[in-house]
């Protein structure tokens, strides 16, 4: 079978040419006029290309947020795990000074650890349905906290004019 006489499903051409377009180097860029170029040789139309890219853009803006959302989920377990450190480290500390042995420090170590290990586990659990769930009410969240920052701002600006 000849090379020209060979054809692809439309999956394994994406594929066959996204791993082309890598094989070029990390820092190729293309400018717009040709992707318009490369997609009308692919009998791709503006308007379908245009769509194409407005997709694209609300992906990785998606993309973005939900690195943003892991990011700050990590952050916060953190600071709950760095707080749980702390404040039992202390409360050991009393315990040992007025009784010479841990005894009531134990239920306050475990019950919080419990807590912060639930904690983990939604961190870090990987059900996708519990994940949006979660990042949708931090995006709700955001939304809400940008908007009221945003309100602010322009009743501060109203009263300074």
Same mark, same amino acid.
């Given at each position: 079978m000849?090379d020209? +006489?060979? +054809?692809?499903q439309?999956?394994? #051409?994406?594929?066959?040419?996204?791993?082309a377009?890598?094989?070029?180097?990390n820092?190729?860029?293309?400018?717009?006029?040709?992707?318009l170029?490369?997609?009308s040789?692919l009998?791709?139309?503006?308007q379908?290309?245009q769509? *194409?890219?407005k997709?694209w #853009?609300?992906?990785?803006?998606e993309?973005?947020e939900?690195? +943003?959302?892991?990011?700050?989920?990590?952050?916060?377990?953190?600071k709950?795990?760095?707080g749980?450190? #702390?404040?039992?480290?202390f409360?050991v500390?009393?315990?040992?000074?007025?009784? +010479?042995?841990?005894?009531?420090?134990?239920?306050i170590?475990?019950?919080?650890?419990?807590?912060?290990?639930i904690? *983990?586990?939604?961190v870090?659990?990987t059900n996708p349905e519990?994940?949006?769930?979660a990042?949708?009410?931090?995006?709700?969240k955001?939304q809400i906290?940008?908007?009221?920052t945003?309100?602010?701002?322009?009743?501060n600006r109203?009263?300074?004019g």
């Open positions: 000849s020209s +006489s060979r +054809s692809y439309q999956e394994e #051409l994406q594929e066959i040419l996204n791993l377009i890598a094989r070029q180097g820092d190729t860029k293309f400018n717009r006029d040709q992707l170029e490369i997609a040789e009998g791709i139309s503006a379908d290309l769509l *194409a890219e997709e #853009l609300v992906k990785s803006g993309q973005k939900r690195q +943003s959302f892991d990011l700050y989920r990590r952050k916060n377990l953190q709950k795990f760095l749980y450190v #702390l404040i039992n480290g409360l500390t009393i315990n040992l000074a007025t009784l +010479s042995t841990i005894s009531w420090a134990w239920y170590l475990g019950f919080w650890g419990l807590s912060l290990g904690k *983990a586990w939604h870090f659990n519990d994940y949006d769930e990042f949708y009410a931090w995006q709700r955001q906290r940008q908007t009221v945003s309100l602010w701002n322009r009743f109203f009263l300074e």
